[in-house]
């Protein structure tokens, strides 16, 4: 059996809008939105009365995909993680951008947090991580230089 390809990342956020502009800002676009109920996600989550609003965005020059949703029912029992980044199964999304500070100061007005420090490695590239919706890691990446 083989893999053909990646279809999507899937993140669980509390603000579906905001989501959406957040990765919008970013330079993805928005391919569509719907809203899942009834069998077909009840069983796929094994959770039931499942009730969720969905948005797929996209990378503009690639099939990379990010299944953005909100569940409406159940409603989640804990909040979003805030862990470390070094906490095992904490995501991170690497994005690479024009400039690294011009793309943090225009997700800022979205919530953005740099995580640490934006850093230069050997003349390569510069590297920064912030929080995105729900908290999740979004890596920064600037290319210095082709290879």
């Known amino acids: 059996m083989t893999v053909h390809r990646m279809d999507h990342v899937g993140v669980v956020v509390e ?32 959770m039931e009365g499942v009730r969720a ?15 953005l949703s909100v569940f409406k029912h159940p409603v989640a029992t804990s909040p979003a993680p805030r862990a470390p980044v070094n906490v095992p199964g904490i995501p991170r999304l690497t994005f690479v951008v024009d400039g690294v500070d011009e793309t943090l100061e225009r997700l800022r007005s979205h919530g953005a947090e740099l995580v640490g420090e ?30």
Do not use: N
């Not at 609003?53 to 299944?67: F, H, K, L, T």
């Open 53 to 67: 609003d969905i948005a797929m965005v996209r990378v503009p020059d690639g099939p990379g995909r990010i299944e």
């Open 118 to 147: 934006v850093t230069e490695y050997e003349d390569i590239y510069r590297y920064g991580y912030v929080r995105g919706p729900a908290g999740v890691m979004i890596g920064l990446v600037e290319e210095l230089r082709t290879r």
């Open 15 to 46: 603000d579906l809008p905001a989501a959406i502009a957040f990765f919008v800002e970013l330079g993805l676009e928005l391919e569509g939105e719907t809203t899942v109920e009834g069998e077909f996600p009840d069983r796929l989550l094994g």
